[in-house]
């Protein structure tokens, strides 16, 4: 017998029974993805989830033959926390609870990485305290007894879905399975717009938001496609930090749960705002397409520089795209080089640098690897921890390429989706990424990287953009005012609210610390919460940390 639920609270997996589906599929309902998975093979209904999936959900099945429980997660799952203890293993949605539960301490190692790279830049599947982790997207979890096994189910498979093609197969299922309207986050940028201009062929309501928060190209760009192109762009009046009570309030809760970004434009959309329906953002677009690769044409139009340094940036980065192409991945010795040193977890004498090391570890956003003189023992280990191997399968192949694709899409998937659609937003109307999507990832995964995407590596973005709107995104947006640095001397209202926490004498952090460096750490962040508190990231990541200890303690 199947049943659909969401958690509530932390639980033990021995309270579950049957089957059961916990999170919003959206690609279809969830009795119907249960009766799929009731008279389908396994193997027949993982093929199905890494094709269709759509939706932060999970299956749970507690009459598994093979195992006492089973839990098949969707790529677009946003993670959940777990702790084996005794005989039970508990899940939750939130870090702070299971971290209570298992009685846990910090991981200090952990905690500086956080506090000094942030989320995208942490080991996969792993929280910030001992004796935790986070279970996967995309993966088979096998639980017996307490012992927790995961394994990827994604793999390139032939297929001739385009970008194109996924996105409007997206658009027209969310026609068919949400009421209300359909959100789209528009920043200006490439990936919003796209996002918009082909759910808005399938879609009777969709709504494109931009927020006011200085950026970039947040605001600036979206004005000039909403002038020439007549969206119908809401614009919301939104500065940051924050100072919405409604939305603070909904951050310091959130911070008490799990790992927050305060300045994720997501926040902003309160119950005033939205009601029902689905909110979309096409954050993590840039790393799912390209490897997070650079546009060397986007140097040579800022008007910092002079020229000859635009252009010698420019080559710069167009060289260092290379290193990502079908061209380098196949060829011999990079290929050889690539398997040898991703491989290998207990070498301590790699040399950052090292083309096979550089090729593994940059394209999955580890330059913090990269850039260690000293490679830390700690540090490598976390990165290629026994569980994190066995849930890519991750041994020696021919296939570098899907190896890459596999380390880039958990490294920025376990980033996005947990500090995106896991915070969820003010009014409880969720916010989903589609490019982690079953369609979409079915359309990139083991498509390559042509060696002419070194130039301009979204560069059927454009083309699709072009062709639906008759005008390049160049014509559409001029790049006059786009670049210009975003001040603020706001005082952050979350971190006045806080400012006792803040202190050495207060700090949980400080307190229980007992590694050099974190504890040099925690003092320079504490020491710039007087300087400037509004734009310091480091500040927000302390007091984050901080307000999950005051849950836990």
Same mark, same amino acid.
């Given at each position: 017998m199947g049943h659909s639920r969401h958690l509530s609270g932390c639980q033990s997996l021995a309270d579950f029974s049957g089957i059961t589906v916990i999170g919003s599929p959206l690609h279809k309902s969830s009795g119907r993805l249960l009766s799929s998975y009731q008279k389908d093979s396994l193997d027949a209904f993982i093929d199905s989830e890494r094709r269709w999936s759509m939706g932060d959900y999970m299956v749970v099945d507690s009459s598994a033959e093979s195992c006492d429980t089973r839990i098949i997660t969707a790529p677009g799952f946003s993670g959940q926390?777990?702790?084996?203890?005794?005989?039970?293993?508990?899940?939750?949605?939130?870090?702070?609870?299971?971290?209570?539960?298992?009685?846990?301490?910090?991981?200090?190692?952990?905690?500086?990485?956080?506090?000094?790279?942030?989320?995208?830049?942490?080991?996969?599947?792993?929280?910030?305290?001992?004796?935790?982790?986070?279970?996967?997207?995309?993966?088979?979890?096998?639980?017996?007894?307490?012992?927790?096994?995961?394994?990827?189910?994604?793999?390139?498979?032939?297929?001739?879905?385009?970008?194109?093609?996924?996105?409007?197969?997206?658009?027209?299922?969310?026609?068919?399975?949400?009421?209300?309207?359909?959100?789209?986050?528009?920043?200006? +940028?490439?990936? =919003? /717009?796209?996002?918009? #201009?082909?759910?808005?062929?399938?879609?009777?309501?969709? $709504? &494109?938001?931009?927020? @006011?928060?200085?950026?970039?190209?947040?605001?600036?760009?979206?004005?000039?496609?909403?002038?020439?192109?007549?969206?119908?762009?809401?614009?919301?009046?939104?500065?940051?930090?924050?100072?919405?009570?409604?939305?603070?309030?909904?951050?310091?809760?959130?911070?008490?749960?799990?790992?927050?970004?305060?300045?994720?434009?997501?926040?902003?959309?309160?119950?005033?705002?939205?009601?029902?329906?689905?909110?979309?953002?096409?954050?993590?677009?840039?790393?799912?397409?390209?490897?997070?690769?650079?546009?060397?044409?986007?140097?040579?139009?800022?008007?910092?520089?002079?020229?000859?340094?635009?252009?010698?940036?420019?080559?710069?980065?167009?060289?260092?795209?290379?290193?990502?192409?079908?061209?380098?991945?196949?060829?011999? +010795?990079?290929? =050889? /080089?690539?398997?040898? #040193?991703?491989?290998?977890?207990?070498?301590?004498?790699? $040399? &950052?640098?090292?083309? @096979?090391?550089?090729?593994?570890?940059?394209?999955?956003?580890?330059?913090?690897?990269?850039?260690?003189?000293?490679?830390?023992?700690?540090?490598?280990?976390?990165?290629?921890?026994?569980?994190?191997?066995?849930?890519?399968?991750?041994?020696?192949t021919d296939d570098n390429l899907e190896s890459i694709e596999l380390l880039n899409f958990y490294h920025y998937s376990r980033s996005c989706q947990e500090t995106i659609t896991g915070t969820g937003t003010p009014a409880s109307v969720p916010v989903h990424l589609p490019v982690m999507w079953g369609p979409m990832q079915s359309a990139l995964f083991g498509s390559g990287t042509p060696i002419t995407d070194v130039l301009n590596p979204k560069r059927e973005l454009y083309n699709l953009v072009e062709e639906l709107t008759g005008s390049s995104y160049r014509e559409l947006v001029t790049r006059d005012g786009l670049f210009r640095n975003r001040e603020t001397s706001t005082r952050s209202p979350l971190v006045d609210r806080h400012e006792d926490k803040l202190t050495q004498n207060q700090s949980l952090v400080y307190e229980e610390a007992t590694l050099d460096e974190l504890l040099n750490q925690v003092e320079s962040i504490l020491e710039q919460v007087q300087v400037n508190p509004s734009s310091n990231r480091s500040i927000n990541r302390l007091l984050n940390i901080e307000l999950l200890l005051h849950a836990t303690r």
């Open positions: 926390f777990y702790h084996a203890e005794g005989k039970e293993v508990f899940v939750s949605n939130s870090m702070s609870e299971i971290a209570s539960i298992a009685d846990a301490e910090l991981n200090e190692h952990h905690v500086l990485n956080y506090l000094q790279n942030g989320t995208t830049r942490t080991p996969q599947c792993s929280t910030l305290f001992s004796g935790t982790s986070r279970l996967p997207p995309a993966a088979v979890c096998e639980i017996t007894g307490t012992d927790v096994s995961t394994r990827s189910y994604l793999q390139r498979t032939p297929n001739d879905l385009s970008v194109e093609e996924a996105l409007a197969e997206i658009g027209a299922r969310l026609s068919k399975t949400v009421s209300g309207p359909l959100y789209v986050m528009f920043s200006g +940028g490439v990936d =919003s /717009l796209l996002y918009l #201009l082909l759910f808005d062929q399938v879609y009777d309501d969709v $709504v &494109p938001v931009t927020f @006011g928060i200085e950026s970039p190209t947040n605001g600036p760009a979206a004005h000039q496609l909403n002038e020439k192109l007549n969206l119908d762009v809401e614009f919301v009046d939104h500065e940051y930090p924050f100072i919405d009570t409604g939305v603070i309030n909904h951050i310091e809760s959130t911070m008490r749960d799990r790992l927050v970004n305060p300045r994720n434009p997501h926040f902003g959309f309160t119950s005033e705002l939205v009601s029902d329906g689905v909110i979309v953002s096409g954050q993590n677009m840039d790393a799912a397409m390209t490897i997070n690769m650079g546009t060397p044409g986007v140097h040579l139009s800022l008007p910092e520089a002079p020229l000859y340094k635009r252009w010698y940036r420019a080559t710069r980065l167009a060289l260092s795209n290379l290193r990502y192409t079908d061209f380098y991945i196949n060829r011999t +010795g990079s290929n =050889s /080089l690539f398997r040898h #040193l991703t491989t290998v977890r207990q070498e301590r004498k790699f $040399v &950052p640098g090292s083309g @096979g090391f550089v090729l593994g570890m940059q394209s999955t956003g580890k330059p913090s690897v990269i850039q260690t003189d000293n490679l830390s023992e700690h540090l490598l280990d976390s990165v290629w921890r026994p569980d994190v191997k066995e849930l890519l399968n991750f041994t020696p």
